[in-house]
């Protein structure tokens, strides 16, 4: 699963006649509980959202986080959850309504929906409308991502410290396998896989020719905190900008780079059995 952060774009300027109507009511799908309880989300309510399609659902929700207020939404495919994010809503100057434009990215975030939403708290109604570029559309459209990290492609260039403040390069891993891991502390699904990630490093740790690097987009200190309580056995460097810009906002991702420099594999989201695939992978490209 993935912990995401929702990609916001403008408010589009639409009336109300635009918009579907639904009303929040208490409880939540069962199929988000193991989010909920490695987030710590109490008090959870949601909505279900027409989207025209058969194959995909979408579930709009609230929830309250120790003494916050916040919003989540997910997405099914073929009943399947394929992706959980929690919001913000902005306030509408107009209007009592909270506002905001969504992104949902699945699929790898080779795909994605857009809406808009509007919340008013007071009736728990919620306005929603699909959108396609600026059009609205009454059911969803899935459209298509091109992303800078994808199987195929070769892995942009990328320059790194380390939690020692060296400068490292991507292109120093030339000639080897390179498994990353794209993570943050705060993320819950990121922690899990991390103890299996580790079995990786140990099982093949005779094999010179397999780096594994850990890239952390978060500040130095609270990656060096959670380090000194919690084994993490890759070499670890810090996230900039433009690693934010290439492998987006949404977390973990754990990629192969075979030794010419092309991906080999991509994945998003954690658990703890994430590393399975991750071994069988690198099983294929070095047997």
């Given at each position: 699963?993935?912990?995401?952060?929702?990609?916001?774009?403008?408010?589009?300027?639409?009336?109300?006649?635009?918009?579907?109507?639904?009303?929040?009511?208490?409880?939540?799908?069962k199929?988000?509980?193991?989010?909920?309880?490695?987030?710590g989300?109490n008090?959870?309510?949601?909505?279900?959202?027409?989207?025209?399609?058969?194959?995909?659902?979408?579930?709009?929700?609230?929830?309250?986080?120790?003494?916050?207020?916040?919003?989540?939404?997910?997405?099914?495919?073929?009943?399947?959850?394929?992706?959980?994010?929690?919001?913000?809503?902005?306030?509408?100057?107009?209007?009592?309504?909270l506002?905001?434009?969504?992104?949902?990215?699945?699929?790898?975030?080779?795909?994605?929906?857009?809406?808009?939403?509007?919340?008013?708290?007071?009736?728990?109604?919620?306005l929603?409308?699909?959108?396609?570029?600026?059009?609205?559309?009454?059911?969803?459209?899935?459209?298509?991502?091109?992303?800078?990290?994808?199987?195929?492609?070769?892995?942009p260039?990328?320059?790194?410290?380390?939690?020692?403040?060296?400068?490292?390069?991507?292109?120093?891993?030339?000639?080897?396998?390179?498994?990353?891991?794209?993570?943050?502390?705060?993320?819950?699904?990121?922690?899990?896989?991390?103890?299996?990630?580790?079995?990786?490093?140990?099982?093949?740790?005779?094999?010179?020719?397999?780096?594994?690097?850990?890239?952390?987009?978060?500040?130095k200190?609270?990656?060096?905190?959670?380090?000194?309580?919690?084994?993490?056995?890759?070499?670890?460097?810090?996230?900039?900008?433009?690693?934010?810009?290439?492998?987006?906002?949404?977390?973990?991702?754990?990629?192969?780079?075979?030794?010419?420099?092309?991906?080999?594999?991509?994945?998003?989201?954690?658990?703890?059995?994430?590393?399975?695939?991750?071994?069988?992978?690198?099983?294929?490209?070095?047997?």
């Amino acid at each position: 699963m993935i912990y995401g952060i929702i990609v916001s774009t403008s408010i589009h300027a639409q009336t109300e006649s635009e918009y579907k109507s639904s009303k929040l009511i208490p409880g939540y799908p069962k199929e988000i509980e193991i989010i909920k309880d490695q987030l710590g989300l109490n008090s959870l309510s949601y909505a279900n959202f027409e989207t025209g399609v058969d194959s995909i659902k979408v579930v709009f929700g609230k929830f309250t986080q120790g003494n916050a207020n916040g919003y989540w939404i997910s997405s099914y495919f073929n009943n399947n959850i394929s992706s959980f994010s929690t919001l913000s809503l902005t306030k509408d100057k107009l209007s009592e309504f909270l506002t905001n434009d969504i992104e949902i990215k699945f699929d790898n975030s080779s795909k994605k929906i857009s809406l808009s939403v509007k919340y008013n708290p007071s009736t728990n109604e919620i306005l929603y409308s699909w959108l396609d570029g600026d059009k609205n559309c009454d059911k969803l459209t899935v459209q298509k991502i091109d992303r800078l990290i994808a199987e195929n492609k070769l892995l942009p260039d990328l320059n790194l410290k380390t939690l020692v403040n060296k400068d490292i390069s991507s292109a120093d891993f030339r000639g080897k396998f390179l498994v990353i891991n794209w993570w943050t502390p705060t993320c819950a699904p990121c922690r899990q896989e991390i103890p299996g990630l580790n079995k990786l490093v140990d099982k093949f740790r005779s094999n010179t020719n397999i780096v594994f690097l850990s890239i952390a987009f978060d500040n130095k200190e609270n990656v060096e905190n959670y380090l000194k309580v919690n084994d993490f056995k890759y070499l670890h460097t810090l996230g900039d900008k433009n690693a934010l810009k290439i492998f987006g906002g949404s977390f973990p991702k754990n990629i192969i780079v075979n030794p010419d420099g092309k991906i080999t594999f991509y994945s998003e989201g954690g658990n703890e059995h994430a590393y399975i695939i991750i071994e069988e992978e690198l099983l294929k490209l070095i047997n």
